[in-house]
């Protein structure tokens, strides 16, 4: 990412842990970047906060629980300062599916963000899936496998994702499965190190055009099919 006089920004759910907080380690150590880590315990989020004494990026840490509506408007008080001036370019939704209150036409993930994001140079809105929510690959996967629920609210997740592009065309809104990583979710057996997939996944959310809004990938830029 080009060094610019103005930083990159970012918002990053879910970042105490997994793939949320190696996002957020990948980002803070270019200096172009300015990352807004949300979490639900920012006071208990120790390796967050160890980040701060070697980032080259700005770090800010704001307290978000995306399954609580409350929460969510709260913390826009807390970033809305931080990035006021510039927007916000990138909206990583990585802390699992929440149903939020939307009219039919404008149905965006953490809309009490929509202000900022639409300040920004690049309005890029990525929800992190999975491949369990790829009806086209239940054959693959398994019709009765594991999780059923969980396959369900990625599936639902898709669908916003094509719902976001479909009523705010001037967004960039990606789907994204990050593949099957070794976190404290994925397990001691997943097939990737979550700086692998993590890497993949800034690649395909940095160098994605608005012909790349509601697509369904993999971390490695690959289609899903739906």
Known sequence: MPSTSRPTTWLV?????????ELVRQLVSSSDNLVVAACRSPEKATALHALKSTS??????????????????????????????????????NAGVCWYPHSESTPPALPWYL??????????????SSAAGSIGSIEQLGAS???????????????????????????I???????????????????????????????????ATSADSGKYLRYNGETIPW
């Open 115 to 128: 202000p900022l994001i639409e300040k920004s140079n690049r309005k890029v809105i990525l929800n992190v």
């Open 173 to 207: 809104a990606i789907t994204l499965c990050p593949g099957h990583v070794k976190t404290d979710m994925g397990g001691p057996n997943g097939a990737l190190e979550p700086e692998e997939s993590v890497a993949g996944i800034l690649k395909v959310v940095t160098e």
């Open 56 to 93: 080259k990026g700005q770090l800010r840490l704001v307290q978000m629980d995306t399954g609580d509506f409350d929460s969510i408007r709260a913390s826009f008080g807390q970033v809305e300062p931080i990035l006021a001036d510039i927007g916000l370019d990138y909206l990583i939704n």
């Open 13 to 21: 759910t879910g970042a105490s842990r997994g793939i949320g907080y």
């Open 145 to 171: 496998g594991k999780f059923p629920t969980y396959a369900m609210s990625k599936a639902a997740l898709n669908m916003l994702t094509v719902k976001q592009k479909g009523a705010r065309p001037d967004l």
